[in-house]
């Protein structure tokens, strides 16, 4: 404790030593925030790269000075910029006496312009021989130490910025994200396709299983949703004439957070006039071939150690027949809704009072098949039960003309032979809202427009969704989707919020937390009841190190924990917190969980004790807080 305040003061008298080194800039009439511009000849990557041309002639080039190295009459630092650093020799004789003063009080992470010639250092390192040095802009914070870095996962995604200043892998991947889209754009482009921009305040957010955001238009004194998809306006367009459309576009769902979910994310959709979902298998394959060549230079990509190859052909294979090869049971003989329950319940699946036939087929098939779906491959053919906008199978209507595309045991797309029967159309939103009656709050409601729009007639369409963060995800081998989104969606800090976003880099990363008025505050009683104490020691709680924990499929409520007790072997545990926190925020925290309970199944996964929280009313509602200890406590040590 004594130490963390002895830091705290050195970082405050640090910060209080740059400002009192602007204020006498200014005091000098040397402000370097009334600098507008700037004239910068080159990168740091293009003096590198064309070192032969430039050798000694003058560039200029700007950036945040990331070191410095003062040597009595001569000193070295290095200047990042876009593309990279580059070092500069900055001395007495070339740049002037008081510019040489003044380039010595310069502090790391300033913004500086550096202009001079090119040179290659007796060690053998480009440089740039400065003759002028141009403070742009003053640092007034402390960027984290060089060694360290800016390691903490929820500080990164809180700061991006200083996260994009320290960890140059981070500032590639979004550079490569950006490529991704362009390329994609290339792509579609050249094949004819429109891009087109639809409306994300709608009345009615439909085309796709998701509870909207929910707000209120005062102009208009009417509720309006955040759109969940892009689907039902871009048909609209199919309609209108506009044969080949597509929008690369955020779309919000109010579900959870986890490494592949973010409530607001991008969707791409098109959709294709006069072709099937045949015809979006091929574009599907061809796109993700051009994008990984363009980009990457090779078809051949590499995600968490595991390659996949986007130069073969797609693996094609029907819903049926996956659940038939991985889990062993053949769904064309299933007829009735009884059997596929009774099949359900041998093979420890849960499932709903409301779910029919195909609901638990698809149910199957999370279960046993999509984790084996590594290389990329395309499941076909999907029930109706859970694919509301689709064309029928001509020789078997209990199944659509439906595919998503899998890598990495991940859906990647999802496409249709779109439906374009506005009688069959409405049916199957009259059976989403006999859904939504039933609680289901992702189910669609009856949109009365688009089955207008169909009434006008949409010629036979094929129609596809990508998402784009998954596909960056997979390109630049980013572990989880907020890697792949520069500001993604994290739990406010409370009332300290500002203060813990301003905090210093070099101080410890924790915000404060928020206090609470005790008088609001209600607890639940004692009990009364004694229990001796051979009875209470048998609860096993233990110290255990959180190693992963994200959102469990389907449940808003559900986190999963894998856990490290101490025994070597990984612990899973479910946890109904996730109104409280956020996965990425638990990753590497301590706990306190009872490891001796027997098992029990949760939305079909094995839940292996408990962890402990603290439970209370505050002002009316339910509030909690997950039992964290001092990470120097090992995992496994017992409590007594």
Request: glycine content about 6%; charged content about 30%; some cysteine.
């Amino acid at each position: 404790m004594a130490e963390q305040k002895k830091q705290e003061q050195d970082v405050n008298q640090l910060l209080k030593v740059r400002r009192e080194k602007l204020a006498e800039l200014q005091k000098n009439g040397q402000n370097p925030f009334e600098i507008t511009k700037y004239d910068v000849t080159h990168h740091s990557e293009d003096i590198r790269e064309q070192f032969e041309e430039l050798e000694g002639k003058t560039v200029s080039v700007a950036g945040r000075m990331m070191s410095k190295r003062v040597m009595g009459k001569a000193s070295f630092c290095h200047v990042q910029d876009l593309r990279g650093q580059i070092q500069s020799y900055v001395a007495r004789d070339s740049v002037g006496e008081e510019p040489y003063k003044a380039f010595k009080k310069l502090d790391v992470g300033d913004i500086i312009g550096i202009k001079g010639e090119v040179f290659r250092t007796k060690t053998g390192e480009i440089s740039i021989h400065a003759s002028e040095v141009t403070l742009l802009s003053k640092s007034l914070q402390i960027l984290p130490e060089k060694y360290h870095g800016l390691t903490n996962t929820d500080l990164r995604y809180r700061q991006r910025y200083v996260d994009l200043i320290m960890n140059p892998e981070v500032k590639d991947t979004f550079i490569k994200r950006s490529r991704i889209l362009s390329s994609i754009r290339k792509y579609l482009d050249g094949q004819g396709f429109m891009e087109v921009e639809t409306p994300m305040l709608v009345a009615n957010a439909g085309g796709a299983a998701a509870r909207p955001f929910e707000t209120h238009f005062n102009a208009l004194d009417e509720d309006f949703k955040l759109r969940i998809s892009l689907e039902l306006y871009l048909k609209r367009l199919i309609v209108g004439g506009l044969e080949r459309g597509y929008e690369i576009g955020r779309v919000f769902r109010n579900e959870g957070l986890d490494t592949r979910h973010n409530p607001e994310f991008t969707l791409m959709e098109l959709y294709q006039a006069y072709t099937d979902y045949n015809g979006m298998m091929d574009l599907t394959e061809n796109l993700y071939r051009h994008v990984a060549q363009d980009v990457l230079g090779t078809t051949k990509i590499v995600y968490n150690g595991v390659e996949m190859d986007l130069g073969k052909p797609f693996e094609r294979i029907t819903m049926v027949d996956a659940v038939k090869k991985y889990s062993g049971v053949d769904w064309n003989e299933v007829t009735t809704l009884e059997q596929a329950r009774e099949l359900a319940k041998e093979h420890h699946i849960e499932y709903e009072e409301r779910h029919k036939k195909g609901d638990i087929l698809n149910l199957f098939f999370e279960e046993f098949v999509e984790e084996h779906l590594v290389q990329p491959t395309f499941v076909m053919d999907h029930p109706i039960e859970i694919s509301p906008l689709t064309k029928k199978k001509p020789e078997n209507p209990e199944y659509v003309e439906r595919f998503e595309f899998f890598m990495n045991g991940w859906e990647m797309a999802n496409a249709y032979s779109e439906l374009n029967d506005p009688i069959d159309q409405r049916e199957r939103f009259k059976a989403q809202e006999e859904q939504l009656a039933q609680g289901d709050e992702e189910a669609n409601t009856t949109d009365e427009d688009f089955l207008n729009a169909l009434e006008i007639g949409m010629p036979p369409t094929g129609g596809i969704g990508f998402g784009i963060d998954r596909m960056c995800m997979l390109l630049t081998d980013s572990a989880a989707i907020r890697d792949v989104l520069l500001f993604p969606t994290m739990k406010s800090q409370g009332a300290a919020k500002n203060a813990a976003n301003n905090a210093s880099q070099s101080a410890p990363a924790m915000a404060k937390a928020t206090k609470l008025d005790l008088s609001k505050v209600k607890i639940e009683p004692l009990f009364e009841d004694m229990i001796d104490f051979d009875t209470f020691s048998k609860s096993d709680f233990r110290a255990v190190k959180v190693k992963a924990c994200e959102a469990v499929p389907k449940s808003k409520k559900l986190l999963k924990f894998v856990l490290d007790d101490g025994s070597g072997k990984d612990r899973v545990i479910l946890s109904g917190i996730h109104e409280y926190y956020e996965p990425e925020e638990l990753v590497g925290k301590t706990c306190i969980a009872i490891t001796n309970l027997p098992a029990r199944k949760m939305m079909g996964i094995d839940s292996e004790g408990m962890l402990i929280s603290a439970v209370y009313e505050y002002d009316g509602r339910e509030g909690l807080n997950l039992l964290m200890v001092d990470d120097d406590i090992p995992a496994g040590a017992k409590l007594y």
